[in-house]
């Protein structure tokens, strides 16, 4: 079974603090996302990495896909309280047939104060 | 912006009676997904769906699980005899390609 370890679990940071959140895994993973979940909603999918190394920026945030394909990470650059969720990374199980039946971490709860 | 919509938002049931989580996929996608998360506990499969057949399915979505498109645009899941241990937020996606999944909202299942 492939296993997604995150961390920190939980963040507490101050407005235009940086921060880095980090997944791992000791499996290789074809693919990896990201994902953002506030209170009341679904998952809402921020990115998903692909090749080793690569490295995509959505306005603050920067994330990468470890060379071996078997961690990612999450940095946002000036925090602002709008940030304040739930950040997730999820990949597809290796064993399944569906690209669908991913694998979650146990997420971050990052909290961004004014 | 399309969406996946579900409901109920909340439901609440005694153990062992049937339920029914409605979800309307967006219109055109093809795949379509249940997960389920447990307070403080991952995301985690349960289904997946395409071609009018189950694709996948984990080791959680037991005989007491089904699902079913019974028509052009609904997706359902059902729990044949609710237990404690099936309280839970259950997600359901649905995706064109099956690799970019769209999650709705979910349905809070609270069993007593």
């Known amino acids: 079974t492939q296993l997604l370890e995150q961390s920190p679990q939980f963040l507490s940071i101050q407005e235009g603090e940086n921060l880095t959140v980090y997944c791992n895994s000791s499996?290789?993973?074809?693919?990896l996302q990201w994902y953002r979940q506030e209170p009341g909603e679904g998952p809402v999918l921020l990115v998903t990495?692909?090749?080793?190394?690569e490295v995509k920026k959505l306005k603050r945030l920067t994330f990468q896909f470890g060379d071996a394909r078997k961690d990612s990470s999450l940095h946002i650059t000036a925090a602002q309280p709008g940030d304040t969720g739930l950040y997730l990374c999820?990949?597809?199980?290796?064993?399944?047939?569906?690209?669908?039946?991913?694998?979650f971490g146990q997420g971050t709860i990052l909290t961004v104060h004014p | 912006e399309p969406e996946v919509t579900q409901t109920p938002s909340h439901q609440v049931t005694q153990m062992g009676q049937e339920v029914i989580l409605r979800c309307v996929p967006i219109?055109?996608?093809?795949?379509f997904y249940w997960y389920r998360q447990i307070l403080g506990q991952k995301v985690e499969f349960l289904v997946s769906?395409?071609?009018?057949?189950?694709?996948?399915k984990s080791e959680i979505f037991d005989d007491q699980f089904s699902v079913e498109r019974p028509d052009g645009s609904n997706f359902t899941l059902k729990i044949r005899s609710t237990k404690l241990e099936d309280s839970a937020m259950y997600f359901c996606?649905?995706?064109?390609?099956?690799?970019?999944?769209?999650f709705g909202a979910g349905s809070r299942l609270t069993v007593l």
């Open positions: 769906f395409y071609n009018n057949e189950i694709s996948e």
């Open positions: 990495v692909v090749t080793g190394g």
């Open positions: 999820a990949g597809p199980n290796a064993g399944g047939t569906s690209y669908g039946k991913l694998t």
């Open positions: 499996s290789v993973f074809s693919s």
């Open positions: 996606a649905s995706s064109l390609r099956g690799n970019v999944l769209t």
């Open positions: 219109s055109n996608h093809l795949y």
